[in-house]
């Protein structure tokens, strides 16, 4: 016996529905207008497919994620680089910096971190050479420039406009010294200037690289796919003692008079509007927990008794997810047809209260029919 519900609901399960979420059921000019575009659109699939979320493939070639970009951004302009280490000592570094505290072209450049220091520690350490001189000289990580300009020990001071060396000095740290000398017309390689030493730290890319080869992709992606699933919220809906159809009215109300440019009243306040009058709803949605195996077996016998005449969409309450995303690909390959997961808006839109449900349209309303666990497992 079908019982009537007479109630004026607001639809926002489907935006090609009803794309906009009314408290009182109550329609203004803007709703109204969005709603005539999304009317215009094609009406859309149910959204909220885990497969769409979850990444199937993981890059296997990370390193070239990690190599520099070949059409990367070249810096513009003119600056001086002094490429040091932490093979220096931190009075050294500390005095480079003051030496340069108000020059903000002068940048002083390491290859990455020690072994054995982490990077957080590495970059506070950095942090506070800079803090404490109160300079305004940078310290930057740039392992691209080391490679650019062949630096293969430290100190080296260059010179250099859209990161082409106008002068290099091996062995010296001195901003001031190589601007003079290149304000006396010197170019090019001043040679070595002064004692040099080796760098402490290896070339981060190269690091980076090493790291991502010795990642267990796989693992990583079957990761990602199991916390997915830890993090999904389900609904613990009553399974169906006693069959019951209902029926939901998804008219709604103008709630003020919608003008035209030039004042017309295109719609009057209180007209009633049902939008499966203006366009119907073909989908017929199977709501059903998965871990309940008659309910399993309802919802496969609802797709192939109705795929070939109407869009069945299969939704699930609940899930069993001990093991993840092989519990849901199981399922799926069971039943044979893409499943979703149950979302609030759809819950609320069509009053879901028990499974197994099955949502569809008869003119100008909603039907739900629920219907007795008992039936399903017979």
């Not at 600056?79 to 000592?89: N, P």
């Amino acid at each position: 016996m079908v019982r009537p519900i007479h109630k004026v609901i607001a639809l926002t399960a489907f935006a090609s529905l009803l794309p906009f979420t009314l408290g009182a059921a109550e329609l203004t000019s803007e709703d109204v207008t969005g709603w005539a575009k999304s009317i215009a659109a094609e009406q859309g699939d149910y959204t909220g497919n885990p497969l769409e979320s979850i990444p199937d493939q993981v890059k296997a070639d990370p390193e070239t994620n990690l190599t520099a970009s070949p059409d990367r951004k070249v810096f513009q302009g003119r600056r001086t680089l002094i490429f040091v280490s932490r093979s220096m000592s931190d009075n050294e570094l500390k005095s480079i910096l003051l030496e340069n505290a108000d020059d903000t072209s002068v940048q002083l450049v390491v290859r990455g971190f020690p072994d054995g220091v982490n990077t957080a520690e590495a970059i506070a350490h950095l942090q506070k050479l800079v803090m404490e001189t109160h300079s305004k000289a940078g310290l930057i990580i740039d392992p691209p420039a080391f490679k650019r300009h062949n630096i293969t020990e430290v100190p080296v001071t260059i010179l250099e406009e859209s990161e082409v060396a106008l002068l290099t000095a091996k062995g010296n740290s001195s901003a001031q010294y190589v601007a003079d000398a290149y304000a006396q017309g010197q170019r090019g390689d001043l040679g070595v200037t002064g004692p040099m030493m080796d760098i402490a730290e290896r070339d981060l890319v190269d690091v980076m690289q090493e790291r991502a080869h010795q990642l267990d992709f796989e693992k990583l992606k079957k990761s990602a796919k199991d916390r997915f699933w830890a993090n999904q919220k389900y609904f613990e809906l009553d399974h169906a003692v006693e069959s019951r159809t209902r029926e939901i009215d998804p008219t709604v109300i103008v709630g003020q008079d919608i003008l035209d440019p030039k004042g017309n009243v295109i719609t009057a306040k209180g007209t009633r509007i049902n939008p499966l009058d203006i366009r119907p709803f073909t989908q017929r949605l199977v709501v059903f927990d998965g871990r309940d195996k008659g309910q399993v077996k309802f919802a496969k016998q609802e797709f192939d008794d109705h795929s070939q005449t109407t869009r069945v969409t299969l939704i699930l309450s609940a899930l069993d997810t001990t093991d993840g995303w092989e519990s849901f690909q199981q399922l799926q390959k069971e039943l044979g047809a893409p499943l979703y997961l149950l979302t609030p808006e759809v819950l609320t839109a069509f009053e879901v209260e028990k499974v197994p449900s099955i949502v569809y349209s008869d003119r100008n309303k909603f039907i739900v029919q629920e219907t007795m666990v008992e039936r399903l497992t017979e």
